[in-house]
């Protein structure tokens, strides 16, 4: 069993380790973005992932987390998040959403993001552009002095603007050391509320946005989410560290990616 360590503020030198492992998982997101064509499988993205994560050095964080069996989470259309990489082979005009984590020195990092297969219709491209703009809204809202319940209230607050919905039964979490430290960091919630943030907390934001309704079930695999009515589901995650300056990315795609 792992050692759960408790919630503490990171000091200035492991955001700095963690600024390391987060540019490689940028990196490595963008590679695996860029490898989204018709005809891939889900299990050769996984290889990717894998791949381009050992030749960096690094351990893939997800294979055998609570024995989850692949170094990539990939979910399609209605599914939500944890896909289970395999056979399936993607289609022009599917959402996909990519989502790995790493570990260099026993720092993680935590990031995700969905592209559309070639074409985006134009529900698809307006609901990836939404959502990664709630995460924008809630990154902006990590900084000293604001709560938790403020990151939530900022997400939750743009993508229902725009006529969607929340997944609430999955949530962001601090990260360090171990990949889910406290705290919770829900897609949804009230101004004010929860911890006061602080510099020296680094928090994976992770909103999980529905065209149709919220709620979601877990497959018979034990892990792909996937929407209750099957309508898309897209997601974007960032490992960001709150400085006395404000929230960094810590996970930022390189400048010359294809994808933001
Ligand atoms: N980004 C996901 C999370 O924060 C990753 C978990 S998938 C697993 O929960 F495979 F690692 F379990
Ligand atoms: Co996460």
Redesign the pocket.
């Known amino acids: 069993m792992a050692r759960i360590e408790a919630f503490r503020l990171k000091r200035p030198e492991e955001i700095e380790r963690m600024r390391v492992s987060g540019r490689i998982l940028g990196e490595c997101l963008a590679h695996l973005a860029a490898a989204v064509h018709a005809g891939v499988t889900t299990d050769d993205l996984d290889r990717e992932a894998d791949t381009f994560i050992r030749d960096h050095g690094c351990i893939p964080?997800?294979l055998g987390?609570?024995d989850?069996p692949?170094s990539l989470?990939v979910s399609v259309n209605d599914e939500v998040?944890?896909g289970i990489p395999g056979p399936r082979v993607i289609e022009d005009g599917d959402l996909v959403s990519l989502?790995c984590?790493l570990i260099l020195d026993g720092w993680w990092a935590?990031s995700?993001l969905s592209v559309a297969c070639g074409e985006a219709s134009p529900e698809v491209a307006r609901l990836i552009e939404v959502t990664r703009e709630s995460l924008e809204q809630g990154i902006a809202a990590a900084r000293p002095g604001n709560t938790i319940g403020d990151i939530g209230h900022a997400v939750q607050t743009y993508a229902e603007a725009h006529g969607y919905s929340l997944v609430r039964e999955?949530v962001?979490?601090g990260i360090g050391r171990n990949?889910?430290e406290p705290p919770q960091v829900p897609n949804h919630g009230q101004p004010g509320t929860g911890n006061v943030i602080k510099p020296g907390y680094v928090l994976?934001i992770?909103p999980m946005v529905n065209v149709g309704g919220p709620k979601v079930r877990v497959l018979d695999d034990g892990?792909t989410v996937v929407t209750a009515d099957h309508k898309l589901s897209c997601y974007f995650?960032h490992t960001v560290a709150v400085t006395e300056s404000g929230p960094e990315v810590l996970t930022l795609r390189p400048a010359h990616a294809a994808i933001a």
């Open positions: 964080g997800f987390y609570q989850y692949k989470c998040v944890h989502d984590g935590d995700g999955y962001g979490h990949m889910h994976a992770e892990w995650e």
